[in-house]
């Protein structure tokens, strides 16, 4: 659990906010906080929230709070005086996943503003601070949050698009599509490592999904990102060459126990577009989830990527829900 120390806690005395990393007698009701919106400790769901961080590996040191400037530290009514909560899971490549509680009434907003900046100004002071990338999924409707995190620098990237399409279990794969083109497919190693990034940096150009992120990261930080996504496995991660060049990519990841996958990227060179590659391919990673044992395939989408959206309805995709991607980083300059 976190202790405190004055080099990890900031005030803003115009608000009279006092913001700092959760000590650990607060940790129960900051979670309860960041996730059900309100001070209730003993929620089962904070419980199983506890379990699931522990089981999947994420720290809770970047857990923090905001309280009343003059708020008590004592261990039996400093948890009681939690304004708001926000909790940041580094990731790999450099970049970290920001939580933020609910924020009904435009005062909590201002709060909630105050505590974000703290901690990310905090973290960047810190040498030893890898993250220098930030991203948060809201539902749209969420509109103070959303104004949240603009007024404190974070940029709206994207409109995604969650869908999902079922799979039944096969027991062999059908060919590479596009065998006879001289076209194989290669799964990830060290070896094919130059394929997949060049073959990502390809896929970028002019593309329509989430142009924001072009130069924001290197591609050794957006590889390291993927992996991330799901249980990393490199045979289910290709990359397609023709004449031994490379022209698409895809990514997918199992995830967990659930019996799903997800499309971590897809991706087609410019100089491949339009000439009916896309849905074989896509297609015959949906056989690979299904011969993997997947039951789902699961994918986001930038909705102003109209041809993708296309593409997935054509297979079979269905719709589940809408989220608004933000994105921080020193390099954005919009």
């Known amino acids: ?21 959760a000590m650990s007698h607060e940790i129960r009701s900051a979670i309860a906080i960041l996730i059900l919106g309100t001070n209730s400790p003993n929620d089962p769901r904070v419980d199983q929230m506890i379990a699931y961080s522990h089981s999947a590996g994420y720290s809770l040191d970047h857990l923090w709070v905001a309280k009343p400037q003059n708020s008590t530290n004592s261990q039996h009514q400093s948890h009681s005086q ?58 749209p409707a969420q509109s103070q949050e959303n104004t949240a995190l603009r007024n404190t620098g974070f940029f709206p990237l994207a409109s ?52 924001g992120l072009l130069g924001i990261r ?26 031994d060049q490379p022209f698409a990519v895809m990514l997918i990841s199992k995830l967990g126990k659930q019996q799903s996958a997800e499309l971590v990227y ?22 690979l989830a299904a011969y993997e044992a997947q039951r789902k395939l699961m994918l986001a989408v930038d909705q102003n990527n109209v041809p993708a959206l296309k593409l997935y309805h054509s297979l079979g995709f269905v719709q589940t829900g809408v989220k608004n991607a933000l994105i921080y980083t020193e390099k954005i300059d919009k």
């Open 266 to 287: 897809f991706g087609i060179a410019k100089s491949h577009r339009r000439k009916g590659f896309s849905k074989p391919i896509l297609s015959w990673g949906l056989h």
């Open 218 to 243: 290197n591609i050794d930080d957006i590889i390291e990102g993927h992996k991330a996504t799901g249980a990393f496995d490199p045979n289910m991660w290709h990359v397609f060459t023709q004449n």
């Open 82 to 139: 939690i304004l708001a909560s926000i909790l940041l899971i580094p990731m790999p490549g450099h970049s970290g996943m920001l939580f933020i509680s609910p924020t009904p009434t435009r005062k909590q907003r201002t709060i909630l503003e105050i505590l974000i900046r703290s901690m990310i100004d905090h973290l960047a002071s810190k040498p030893q601070s890898n993250i220098n990338f930030y991203q948060s999924l809201l539902d």
């Open 1 to 21: 659990m976190t202790s405190v120390s004055t080099e990890n806690t900031t005030s803003n005395d115009e608000f009279g906010v006092h913001c700092a990393p």
């Open 160 to 211: 995604l698009a969650y869908m999902h399409k079922r799979t039944d279990y096969i027991d062999a794969l059908p060919p590479i599509p596009f065998s006879d083109q001289n076209i194989q497919a290669h799964t990830y190693s060290d070896q094919t490592l130059p394929l997949f990034k060049q073959a990502i940096l390809d896929s970028y150009q002019d593309t329509l999904d989430c142009p």
